[in-house]
DNA sequence: TTGTAGGCGTTATCAT
DNA sequence: ATGATAACGCCTACAA
């Protein structure tokens, strides 16, 4: 293997020199500047990511947080535009990632969590869909012992910022859409998690709009769960003009109920998953770039790292109606 | 940081010994082992997987390398299943994982992939949705530089495992359980990408398959484009009896134009991704473990990398039909 | 501006 | 069976 020993050799410097180089120190001169970084080029050389984070503890090792697969189509889908936008953005800040899920921490104490993410140099963790059942996270976030980047939970102190949309004017936004083209005096509302962190904020926007349109509104819990939109559909959809959910999955399983009896209805749903082009083209959602979400949140993480303090940081959406052509390719 | 001095120093011990304890080494009493094993619980230690790493080269980090998010629900639902499994073995025995993605590699030469795997201290690639055009990746992995692990490619060499089904078999299989229910004289058969790995092998499969049953096939190259495959359908779906393609997205590119048409052919694919159950229930398919395969692809890589040879391994897979009421959850 | 030396946490070698 | 010590490759005072 090259190190930075070698790089110093052909250079004729010393290897504190070459160092001073890779992290564009000031007091370097142009000339040994150019000396220094033709013999890497030479000799192909990269810095050993690992000696680098074992001797500087602040060379930034991220954590990827999330839940496993989950084998729903569309959960992978979103999940893996968090991994890539993340991962290259990481990779583009030089930073180190790891990627862990949820479900290897579950019967774990904050403590040995804690213990586990030091031993991996972690100083930085990006969270995604975090819940409130995740509570030793939660306390975790808490210590403000590691640095956090939160998708979607809007927990933020010192060493914590939270990424998100704004929840409640998208929901508002979405469901009006609908309005534009239908008539509508009734709407059923299909709400996510009882104690979700966005399930809340959405049902301000969507009680918002009712309030605004003199509509009468009917909210139901829908736990995100397609099957549950769907059994909620089947028994009570035909009586309501029209149906938002507060996801897409819950918005397919609501549309398929509407199929099968036979009956139309608008739904709306909420996040812009491909897979709401092969069910219906009658549906509008949210779309949000969840490439870029992430990519932001690892920015986040990176300026937290290098001192900066927990802050809000809201994305951009937009409203859509995703037929067939549109995700065809 | 709690590190392996302060455990010697509780245990009584030098940090050599709690060393020798953590790493399972024979010359150790028992007596000693219970005091460290104490100090160890007491505070909490977990060993620096940086500094092991860093330390004895051979502490086995193993980079997965895949493509990125494509967009396409059905490949991230693979490559979610693949990145789970990966990770969670990897874990399991104790492997430090890196996600990579070819891109971050397309301009670069082997020498500098080399370069960069080595500065990560990668010891190890699993490799996922390798393709002929990855020349660079492919000459790496004759370099027998690394331990290689690929997912459906079959390079094999000292160093270098290789992990699929048995493609041939699958491809003759799922369509031959259409022809259970369907009488069939004439198919039509969509491949995957000209060159590609699994192409060959999967129409090995239905050559013998129509040869066996007595059927005329005609083959036309679908490069596991959705779209592709819809073309193709629109074109000339109607003149064949059934239509097999050598994957689900292009089985539902294809069924989505004969809905289009408004004419009916049995039509099977190849992953057995839960999209299947939204576009048809009409639809056969060849269902692979994901997770698994990936799980036992990380797994050779273990043995690999603790010396083993490289060697081919046949993953299961079962024929199945996928209807709405199996994918809801 | 450049070089020297000590240390990051662990493992491996060699004495004891 | 156990302990002291030297790496591993890099970073960072501090000295020159």
Request: hydrophobic fraction near 40%; glycine fraction near 6%.
């Amino acid at each position: 293997m090259v190190s930075i020993k070698d790089v110093a050799k052909k250079a004729g410097v010393a290897a504190s020199t070459v160092s001073k180089v890779l992290n564009n120190y000031p007091n370097v001169s142009a000339e040994t500047r150019k000396k220094v970084n033709d013999a890497i080029s030479e000799l192909n050389f990269v810095p050993n990511a690992v000696a680098s984070a074992l001797s500087s503890k602040q060379a930034g090792r991220v954590a990827i947080l999330m839940n496993q697969s989950s084998q729903t189509t569309s959960i992978d889908e979103v999940d893996m535009q968090y991994i890539s936008g993340a991962i290259l953005k990481a990779r583009e800040l030089g930073l180190d990632v790891i990627t862990i899920f949820f479900s290897m921490f579950e019967d774990k104490s904050v403590d040995e969590i804690s213990a586990y993410l030091r031993s991996q140099s972690i100083t930085g963790i990006v969270i995604f869909g975090l819940s409130r059942e995740n509570a030793n996270i939660i306390k975790l976030i808490n210590r403000e012992e590691f640095k956090c980047v939160l998708v979607d939970a809007p927990l933020i102190n010192k060493s914590t910022s939270c990424v998100w949309a704004d929840q409640a004017k998208a929901q508002y936004d979405v469901a009006n859409e609908v309005l534009k083209t239908d008539p509508v005096k009734s709407m059923l509302y299909i709400s996510g998690k009882e104690n979700g962190f966005v399930t809340a904020e959405r049902l301000k926007g969507i009680k918002a709009l009712c309030r605004d349109k003199d509509i009468a509104l009917t909210a139901k819990c829908g736990d995100f769960s397609e099957k549950k939109a769907r059994e909620i559909t089947l028994e009570c959809g035909k009586d309501y003009d029209m149906i938002a959910c507060a996801s897409d999955m819950m918005a397919i399983g609501a549309m398929m109920a509407l199929k099968e009896e036979d009956i139309f209805r608008p739904v709306c749903g909420f996040d812009g998953i491909t897979l709401m082009g092969y069910v219906s083209n009658r549906m509008t959602t949210v779309r949000q770039n969840f490439f870029e979400i992430a990519s932001k949140a690892m920015e986040e993480a990176e300026n937290l790292i290098s001192g900066g303090l927990g802050r809000e940081i809201h994305t951009d959406y937009e409203i859509v109606r995703l037929d067939y052509k549109d995700i065809l390719r």
